[in-house]
């Protein structure tokens, strides 16, 4: 019994106030998720978990020093970007307090796609109850907050407003600062939360609306490669599976687009349908999918006609041309990761061992994934991708990149009742960080030969057969 923690004489030395907040706080997951900068918390952390198991026979918990609690910063993220309203509170070391989501996603299909107007009022519905879930998670108050974090840019106009007037609102209440988040600058940083990944690093964010190929030089300092320059790659996946009529088929129930398409190509063959390759006319790192998308709904029209279905009708081999659409949409992802690659090599922008983080919605494609590892160990790189959970739009991702910012000291909104909000439309060309596109099309790079990455891959569909 010496052992565990006389909690009488730690009321006699401590402030009573700040014992209580101490022991609202989960100890679990303390000492995961640990920046390298924060090496004091990092060890006062382990002491803590190693004094928890040894006292877990008797439900006592040792609690961590004051000065740590002290030093410890909370940011409350939210998230209303498109059809997901999230929260989640999060500390200065990565570990997620509380969180909170409510998905649009199965009612949107339903109607074919989002919808602004009905998106805007499902959030205003949900926006309230989510935070304080949140914030209830974390057992803290508003007050114990040091900043709001919230998506300012890009998505859909009626949807971002209903997240920043709720957040202008608490902290117009609480007093606590503002910070306007980047949504694709925050899928760009949210593998630094559970991974250790150092700046330079590449990233590659592709999502129902956006593909995006990025040097992350800081927290707010990004080099723009190459971008989508027509269809997002998640609205041509989303856009072919109603053409398949996916939705109707049992094991697609309640997927999106791109899930279903990912689900009925596991058992089909890549090389049954040859889908064009994507290319574009100058060598650069800009994404296109609008080829691809129609060329696939002119096939499925003419396999309809063939095989005399109806527009309700899935069609006999819709595993096969699963398998090959989305084999060529890999394929231009690998192909323009190569250039890239080649082009920070060239101009010296990333380490001897440099590292290409993969996130946003379509990154939770799991042949995506293994294509991009693929890639990654012919040219030398480390892939990151975060947890599926954390690749689709979430309140976690806000919250963590407000505390990078918070502790980068950048970032904070001076007047937050005057921010607004910039919809996905008013991005200007270059929307993530400084475009380099022009010198990284000067420099005419050739890619190699793609064979050895086609051997690669194919180990990747023998397995998964298998």
């Not at 209303?80 to 649009?104: I, K, P, R, Y």
């Not at 505390?403 to 921010?419: C, F, R």
Request: aromatic share 6%.
């Amino acid at each position: 019994m010496q052992s565990l923690l006389n909690l009488n004489s730690f009321n006699a030395s401590v402030d009573k106030k700040i014992i209580v907040r101490i022991i609202t706080y989960p100890l679990a997951n303390l000492s995961t998720n640990l920046r390298r900068n924060h090496v004091c918390f990092r060890s006062r952390c382990k002491q803590a978990l190693t004094a928890r198991k040894l006292n877990k026979i008797s439900g006592l918990v040792r609690p961590l020093s004051c000065s740590v609690v002290h030093h410890r910063k909370l940011v409350l993220g939210i998230e209303t970007s498109f059809d997901d309203t999230g929260a989640a509170v999060v500390d200065d070391v990565g570990n997620v307090l509380g969180e909170a989501l409510e998905s649009q996603t199965k009612l949107h299909l339903e109607y074919g796609g989002a919808k602004p107007d009905i998106a805007m009022r499902i959030h205003k519905q949900n926006i309230g109850p989510v935070v304080d879930t949140a914030l209830s998670a974390a057992n803290i108050r508003l007050q114990d907050l040091d900043a709001v974090a919230v998506t300012t840019k890009p998505g859909l106009a009626p949807c971002l407003y209903v997240g920043l007037n709720y957040a202008k609102e608490l902290v117009a209440k609480s007093g606590k600062p503002m910070i306007p988040i980047h949504h694709m600058e925050a899928h760009a940083l949210t593998a630094r939360m559970i991974h250790k990944v150092d700046f330079p690093f590449l990233v590659l964010l592709v999502s129902g609306g956006h593909a995006l190929l990025t040097v992350a030089q800081g927290v707010e300092d990004f080099q723009l490669l190459g971008k989508t320059v027509d269809v997002a790659p998640g609205d041509a996946l989303d856009k072919t599976s109603r053409c398949l009529n996916l939705k109707v088929l049992p094991e697609c129930q309640g997927l999106s687009g791109g899930a279903a398409i990912e689900r009925m190509a596991r058992g089909g063959n890549h090389k049954a349908v040859t889908c064009p390759g994507i290319t574009l006319q100058t060598p650069n790192c800009d994404f296109s999918f609008s080829g691809i998308g129609s060329f696939a709904r002119r096939w499925i029209e003419a396999e309809r006609l063939k095989h005399n279905l109806g527009e309700d009708d899935v069609i006999p081999n819709v595993s096969d041309f699963c398998a090959s659409f989305q084999h060529s949409i890999m394929m231009h992802f690998l192909r323009r990761l190569q250039r890239g690659f080649l082009y920070c090599q060239q101009k010296g922008i990333v380490s001897e061992q440099p590292t290409l983080v993969v996130s946003g919605g379509v990154a939770s494609n799991q042949i995506f994934r293994q294509g991009f590892e693929a890639v990654c160990q012919e040219s030398g790189y480390h892939l990151v991708c975060p947890p599926p959970k954390l690749c689709t739009d979430n309140g976690i991702m806000i919250a963590w990149n407000g505390m990078e910012k918070l502790l980068n000291g950048t970032g904070i909104e001076p007047d937050p009742q005057a921010v607004k909000a910039i919809p996905t439309k008013a991005l200007a060309s270059c929307p993530i960080g400084q475009c380099v596109r022009e010198e990284l099309v000067a420099c005419n790079i050739r890619l190699p030969k793609p064979k050895p990455l086609h051997n690669r891959l194919q180990s990747i569909y023998s397995n998964e057969k298998t």
